[in-house]
Nanobody
Framework: QVQLVESGGGWVQPGGSLRLSCTASEFTRSRPFIVWVRQAPGKGLKWVSRIDTRTETESYTDEVKGRFRTSLDHAKATVYLQMNNLIPDDTAMYYC?????????RGQGTQVTVSS
């Protein structure tokens, strides 16, 4: 099973930026998708973005389109989530998951807090 470790969260003011990292033990062709999901306080898990590690095809939920960008570095087996123009509603614990839809086991996550 691929192991994933998230990092890069923190506190930022509205309009600011953060870059999250998801470092994998490996990328596998049998399970090529890395998904970012988030969970706001008191709310359920929501899918944010997906990247296909074979083709680097990206997908985003409408809430973050135009503001977030996911990318990957094969040499480092790392997927990034660049988050720009952050708003308070982006406040959540962010997780990366090695699956198509974000289901399955998650790591410890990284907290993102957007407030003034």
């Amino acid at each position: 099973q691929v192991q994933l470790v998230e990092s890069g969260g923190g506190w930022v003011q509205p309009g600011g930026s953060l870059r999250l990292s998801c470092t994998a033990s490996e990328f596998t062709r049998s399970r090529p998708f890395i998904v970012w999901v988030r969970q706001a306080p008191g709310k359920g898990l929501k899918w944010v973005s997906r990247i296909d590690t074979r083709t680097e095809t990206e997908s985003y939920t409408d809430e973050v389109k135009g503001r977030f960008r996911t990318s990957l570095d094969h040499a480092k087996a790392t997927v990034y989530l660049q988050m720009n123009n952050l708003i308070p509603d982006d406040t959540a614990m962010y997780y990366c998951v090695n699956s198509w839809d974000g289901s399955g086991s998650r790591g410890q996550g990284t907290q993102v807090t957007v407030s003034s």
